[in-house]
Structure formats: structure tokens, C-alpha cells
């Protein structure tokens, strides 16, 4: 009877990851960059417009932070990995062909932060805010990257005979050359491993759902998503490298990696916790929401989300009340000054009107009737009884005869009304 690993069907790696296209070459690493790129625009933008952005703002960030985080994640490759490219068997200029694999997350993020940087302080968005709306889409993209390791054979851990290991197979260029990054599979297995670039995937996947029900349940803002997203993928990370065998740095027997996993997550707990609580509102996702604090003021971060905070509360209680933002009782207020300064010319051209009288009294076109026009025509007669009539001012409410009856002799001869003036 066989032995029990030989009857496991172990999971198989592609027999090439690169095509010739006539004098171009097809690399499936590159192909699954490009696609986590697109679905990481396309979605982060969905998400930018669903928080209030403008539309296009992803995009135009984007350019600046692809090439800043390509950059980026190649040199911190190159760094971590200098042996390969400067050592004794190294070639310097195998430095930049990106194409043959290498990109380091951290100095992508790192670098693709300050391009983001960049462009958000020429087109005027919140960077804190944009980097929530793109977090998911992010660490969407590098799962999808991942599958271009399993197409190179690369980031895979030690030997293993689970059932789910991978197979490793030994590739040579048409000379008969050993490529195993170009070349074509003949078949033949070097080794079955742990498939870590799967589990980091899966991991990313797990990371990504979870950071999506969290924005939905918590509304969290002012980079704290982006936050949870470098650490939950930290962790992730750290004991993934724990796992991995192949050739890398270490620092005291640990491989750089896991290093740098461990310090960034206790740095993205710590500005988690430290940062602004709550979102920001749509308002102040627009280029115009006024000077933006640099990311490390946590002080005036805090204050714009404060007033960001109080903003919408006064806005949410004006909707409340069936007015518009900004009416109420300031509206009032407003109504009322402007519709003293407009009567006040007509009380005083009107010589009935007693000092302390009510004006919105006077104004009124029920309380100006008759007695009101008789009065203001009774003034203008040169007759010396009717001056007098009409110095004589009855008291509210009461009707004097004589203003009445030369208020009926002179009101047919009247064309213009008094607010016509």
C-alpha cells in the first residue's frame, strides 16, 4: 500500500507565468498588478462618491500615488534584498526590472502615501478621509496582486505534505537553461510547500469584509479605517513570514518583515486610538471646505472634526424643524429688521401714528382703511380746519367725524395709494 502523501493531490503551480506576444512579452505578475490597480480606482471611487466626494478625485490621486508606490515597493525590495542585485553574484541593473517580481507593501504604501500626499494638497481633498473611501479597495488590490507570486513561484513557506501544499516545478528556458521566473515547466517537482501567498490572499479577502461591515456599523472617519486596514493586514502578515522560506533578511535570526509588520501595527493602533472619532461630512470633502491640518497636527485634526461634527448636528436640527440650515430663529430675526427699516418711512410721513405706537399696526394695510387715507389726503388739503383736523390725532380705535367725512370728500379725488410713494 502506497504511503498516505502519495495518494494527497497537492495543488498544482502554473507550468509558466509568461507569454510571448511576437516580440512582446505576456507576464501574468504584471497582468494581476494592473487588474488590482483598476478594480482598487474603480471601487474607491464608488466608495469616495458614496461619503460625498466629488467624482473623479480617486483618479486623479491615483496618478500620482500608482508610480510613487511602484517606486516605492521596489525599493524597498531592493533594499531589504540588496545581496541579490550588489552582492558577489549580483547584477545592479536586475534592480530595475520590476517586471521579474519584488515589491515590497510597506515601501509601496509608504512612498504611494506621499504621492497621495502630493495630490491631495494640489486638488484640495482631505487625504485622512480619501484614504477610508480607498482602504478596502487597497488591500482588495493586493489580494489580487498575490496571484501574480503564484504565477512567479515566489513567497511560498516550507515543505509540507498537507493536502493542500503546492508544487513547485522546475522551468527551463529554451536553451534548457534553469529559469524558474521565465522559463517554461518541464514537468518535474522540486518541492511542495506552504502556498503562503494563498493564505496571505485569503487573509486579505477575510480583512477586506470585515473592514467594510465596520465602516457600515461605526460610520469611522478621519483615517481610522485606513488605520484598522494597515494593521489588520500587519497582523495578518506577521505570522504569514513566520511561515515563508525563502530567501530574505533577518535581523537576530527574524526576518525583516516580521519586524516591520510588528511596528507598523503598533503604529496604526496608536493612531487609531488617538485620532478624530466620528466622519467627516460631505462638506468638508469638497476643495473648498477650507485650510486643511497637516496629518500629524492630531489637535487641529480633532478641531475640524469637531466643527465638522457640530456643523452637521446644526444642519440635521434645521432639517428637523422643516427649515432650511441657517433660518430659524436667526431667519426671524432677519425678516423682522428688514421689515422695520421698510415701514419707518411710511409711520413717519404718517402724522396719526402716536410715538410707542405698535409699527407693524401702522403698517398694516387692515389698520390703514380709511381713516388712514382720509388722513394722510386731509393733510395735504390747505384748508386750515382740515391742518387741524389732522393734527388732531384721535386715539387708536376710535373715528373721528370730521376725518371721516373729509376722508369720503377726498378719497374719490385720489388716484395714486400712499404705497405707491
Known amino acids: 500500500m502506497p504511503p498516505a502523501t502519495e495518494l494527497l493531490a497537492y495543488l498544482p503551480s502554473p507550468p509558466q507565468g509568461v507569454w510571448e506576444l511576437g516580440p512582446f512579452p505576456l507576464r501574468a505578475y504584471a497582468v494581476c498588478i494592473i487588474v488590482g490597480i483598476i478594480v482598487a480606482i474603480w471601487w474607491g471611487e464608488k466608495r469616495w462618491r458614496a461619503r460625498g466626494g466629488e467624482a473623479g478625485a480617486v483618479l486623479d490621486v491615483a496618478v500620482f500615488a500608482v508610480p510613487f508606490g511602484l517606486i516605492g515597493g521596489r525599493i524597498y525590495h531592493v533594499a531589504t534584498d540588496w545581496q541579490k542585485y550588489f552582492g558577489a553574484d549580483g ?11 519584488g515589491l515590497g507593501i510597506w515601501g509601496a504604501v509608504f512612498l504611494g502615501g506621499i504621492g497621495a500626499w502630493i495630490a491631495c494638497r494640489i486638488y484640495k481633498i482631505p487625504l485622512p478621509a480619501l484614504a ?13 496582486g498575490r496571484l501574480g507570486n503564484y504565477f512567479n513561484q515566489e513567497l511560498y513557506g516550507r515543505e509540507t505534505d498537507m493536502p ?3 508544487e513547485i516545478y522546475l522551468r527551463f528556458d529554451e536553451s534548457g537553461r534553469l529559469d524558474m521566473m521565465n522559463g517554461v515547466s518541464s514537468g518535474e517537482v522540486h518541492s511542495v510547500v506552504h502556498p503562503t501567498f494563498l493564505y496571505e ?17 461605526f460610520r469611522i472617519g478621519h483615517g481610522r479605517l485606513f488605520a484598522l486596514y494597515v494593521a489588520g493586514y500587519c497582523f495578518g502578515r506577521f505570522f504569514v513570514e513566520l511561515m515563508r522560506d525563502d530567501e530574505a533578511t533577518h535581523i537576530a535570526g527574524i526576518r525583516i518583515n516580521s519586524f516591520t509588520s510588528a ?3 503598533l503604529a496604526a493602533i496608536a493612531y487609531f486610538l488617538l485620532a478624530t472619532k ?3 461630512t460631505a462638506a468638508q470633502l ?23 461634527e457640530g456643523a452637521a448636528e446644526t444642519g440635521s436640527g434645521a432639517g428637523d424643524t422643516g427649515e432650511p440650515a441657517g433660518t430659524g430663529e436667526t431667519g426671524t430675526d432677519d425678516d423682522s429688521a428688514s421689515g422695520e427699516s421698510t415701514t419707518s418711512p411710511k409711520t413717519s410721513k404718517d402724522d396719526s401714528a402716536e410715538p410707542g405706537a405698535d409699527v407693524s399696526k401702522v403698517a398694516d394695510s387692515s389698520g390703514a382703511g380709511e381713516s388712514g387715507d382720509a388722513a394722510t389726503e386731509v393733510a395735504r388739503q390747505p ?5 387741524v383736523a389732522a393734527d388732531v390725532s384721535p386715539e387708536p380705535g376710535a373715528e373721528d367725524p370730521e376725518e371721516s367725512v373729509a376722508g369720503k370728500e377726498s378719497k374719490p379725488t385720489e388716484s395714486a395709494s400712499p404705497r405707491g410713494e
Open 383 to 387: 384748508d386750515p380746519e382740515s391742518e
Open 286 to 308: 469638497q476643495p473648498d471646505a477650507g485650510p486643511r491640518p497637516w496629518p500629524w497636527q492630531l489637535g487641529a485634526l480633532r478641531a475640524a472634526g469637531a466643527a465638522g
Open 201 to 217: 490572499l485569503l487573509w486579505n479577502v477575510a480583512v477586506v469584509v470585515a473592514l467594510v461591515l465596520i465602516d457600515r456599523r
Open 263 to 265: 511596528l507598523v501595527f
Open 91 to 101: 547584477n545592479p541593473m536586475d534592480a530595475l526590472k520590476i517586471y521579474q517580481g
Open 164 to 166: 493542500w501544499g503546492l
Open 278 to 280: 466620528g466622519r467627516e
Open 132 to 144: 477610508d473611501a480607498i482602504a478596502p479597495p487597497i488591500l482588495l488590490a493586493q489580494a489580487i
